[in-house]
């Protein structure tokens, strides 16, 4: 504004530099009459306006623009056509919607100061505006608007607790979530050192450490550390801190802060889990691998490399694991793992292996496939453990039977020579009477004999050792034979025969017979009421099919499978057992499977039972030791 | 009269079957020593009953021991033994025919007979 002092001096300069003042001038500059007509404009604004002034002098009255009228401006203008000094507020001028203005381009955030000239009587002469361009400086308003409403959502809703801090720790900004972590309210917290939420006496030295931290090279970390909060509540927290440096220096400290109680508790818990199954699996002498069957990786423990003595440093993969596979277990191993990779059976083999110095050692190894959504094997993971004692001690065991059933046989064989001979001479001399007893205790000597052959049967098929013959026979002839000889044994029963498969079996005769006379003695035994045992035989595709029937207790559904298992004694309606070992059905499922044949049973109980098996007529025995 | 020799180291079972055997007529002669047989010089059996494991020896030995001599190899050898498996290892050690124990007095009198009077 000039002053009265100012114009006097001004009023010694030539008009002529006035008006170049005016036009030369930077500033934006419009001057209207009285009535509001534009008559001059300088080239600032006609560069602002992108217009001549020209093309709009005498045209354009300011008074009467509708845009500003539009924007709210008009009544600004106006003050200043009536002497006032005005600060126009910023507004969106778009050049192309004024009336007398064409051709002018785009728009422009304008703020302008209106002023009016008045004469020495005060009579307002001119009013001129002028004009600034703040469009660059409207648009960093507006950024900083929007990042400032970027960063307030984010900071207020972050779930993670944040913290700014000055040099000293007082708290510049806190958003909710530090303050639902510790229990403060905004305004306890805002203009306060953050110290505050520690415990008095720990107040000191957390400030210390905080200066120490701000004044330190490092330009970030990361700490854990146990706070309680104002409701007593104690956390375990992770804070991740770093600057805001502003010019070059360090003005603040970000601190975002992690409640990571849950996580160190879970992790404690697996810790412990961990701990534990370790444990159990060294006291177990448990080794764990893992197989990646796509990758053909092979992960060991330090407990598996111990079971195959190999040192610890050598890599592992599943070719070098193959080559300390025993030459006889190799075939059963390969045939274990793809039935497993097949999900046909369970894994669980027991097997050798020949370690690097050249000892052989039993293993036993059981693990669980991993299968991806198409069912294809992934990963398997199983544990091993040393098995070499218990095998021996088994073997040991299976020898002892096998020594202690031979050495039981030699007292039976002369038992039963003399108790024939016996019933001999008594038959020849006429005394039918003790012959006859001598006849029964021979019976009885050939069950003893029978039972202690069971007993070494079942320990052979434990050991791998039951070995069989191939003998060509009449299957019919065979049937006949047992059926007659057990005949002889009971007086209660009748033993109706229908042999008919007319058929000539390549098979262990001995053991086939073994298997009759077990369904048959059985169906004897567990039919002590009924009177009728059905023995039928016949032929089908290459097969022959035996059936054993009885009308006697029957085997409940449930337990028909487990008749054919080791030790398993059937139990009368009374629930007392019956006597025999438990083995006669197992040794005659295997000795049957060993055929290639099948056994089973179809029953009801109180009704009666029917044991029938089947049997390759050129039977498939496959020789050599089977574990 | 033919002459039987039964080589078994259980003497009870040597008693036994001598008993068996000369009820049915026969000659029987026992012996619990594998040993004695390989020094039998004269007065050969028409048939041996031989005992697979014997204490210190093994039947199936002295079975392919006379079977190789000249003037043992025509005698009928009937190996016994308690366990079944062996049989086939009994006949590639020459023996004629085999036998379980414990055995069925009227199998082992068949099988004596059928050897006996080749």
Known sequence: MPTTKVSRSLSEIDSNSFITIFSQSPISTQIFTPKGVSVAA??????????????????????????????????????????????????KYEPQKTVAVKGAVAYRWVSAIAYPIKNNEGKIINVVIQHEDVTERKAAEDRLTESKDLFDTIWSAALDAKVI????????????????????????????????????????????????????????????????????????????????????????????????????????????????????????????????????ELMWTEKVYELHQVPKDRPITLEYFITLIHPDDMVMMQESIAKALRNEAVFCPTFRIITPQGTVRWLNTRAIVFFDAKGRPVRMLGATSD??????????????????THELKT??????AYAEVLEQKFRRSGDEESAQHLAKMNAQLDRLTSLIGDLLDATKIEGGKLQMQRDLFAFDDLVSEISEELQRTTDRHELIVRDDSRKKVLADRERIGQVLTNLISNAIKY???????????????GEVLVSVRDSGVGIPKAKQEKVFERFYRVSGPDGNTYPGLGLGLYISSEII??????????????????????????????????? | MKKILIADDD?????????????EGYQVGTTVDGATIYRMESEMPDLLLLDIWMSGQDGREICKYLKARESTKHIPIIMVSASRDIEKSAREAGADDFLSKPFKMADLLGKVALYVNR
């Open chain 1, 593 to 627: 499977k060993r055929h290639g044949g099948r056994i089973w049973v179809t029953s009801t109980p109180g009704k009666g039972s029917t044991f029938i098996f089947s049997l390759p007529v050129k039977a498939r025995i496959p020789q050599g030791n089977n574990h």
């Open chain 1, 387 to 404: 098995v070499t004692e218990q095998k021996r001690l088994e073997e040991d065991k299976n020898d002892f039977i096998s020594i202690a």
């Open chain 2, 11 to 23: 003497p009870a079972i040597c008693d036994a079957v001598k008993m068996m055997l000369e009820m």
């Open chain 1, 527 to 541: 039919s002590p009421h009924s009177k009728k045992i059905v023995i039928t035989s016949k032929a089908t595709l």
């Open chain 1, 165 to 296: 801090s000055d040099r000293e720790g007082k708290v510049l900004e806190v958003n909710s979530a530090y303050c639902r972590l510790y229990g403060y309210s905004r305004e306890e917290l805002l203009g306060k050192n953050f110290a505050i939420i520690f415990p008095p006496q720990k107040r000191r030295m957390v400030r210390e450490n905080y200066r120490k931290t701000f004044e330190s090279k490092r330009e970030g970390g990361i700490f854990e550390s146990k706070v309680t909060s104002k409701t007593g509540k104690e956390y375990i927290v992770e804070s991740h801190y770093s600057f805001i440096v502003q010019h070059g220096k360090r003005t603040a400290m970000l601190s975002v802060v992690r409640d990571i109680t849950e996580r160190k508790q879970s992790l404690k818990l697996i810790e412990e889990e961990r701990a534990r199954l370790t444990l159990a699996l060294e006291a177990g002498n448990i080794g764990v691998w893992d197989w990646n069957t796509k990758t053909n």
């Open chain 1, 411 to 416: 007292p039976v064989t002369s038992l039963k």
């Open chain 1, 42 to 91: 300088n080239r600032a604004w006609e560069k602002l306006w992108k217009i001549k002034h020209d093309d709009i002098k005498g045209k354009y009255n300011v008074l009467t623009d509708p845009q500003l009228k539009a924007h709210k401006i008009a009544p600004y203008i106006r003050r200043a056509f009536k002497g006032e000094v005005v600060e126009v507020p910023s507004i």
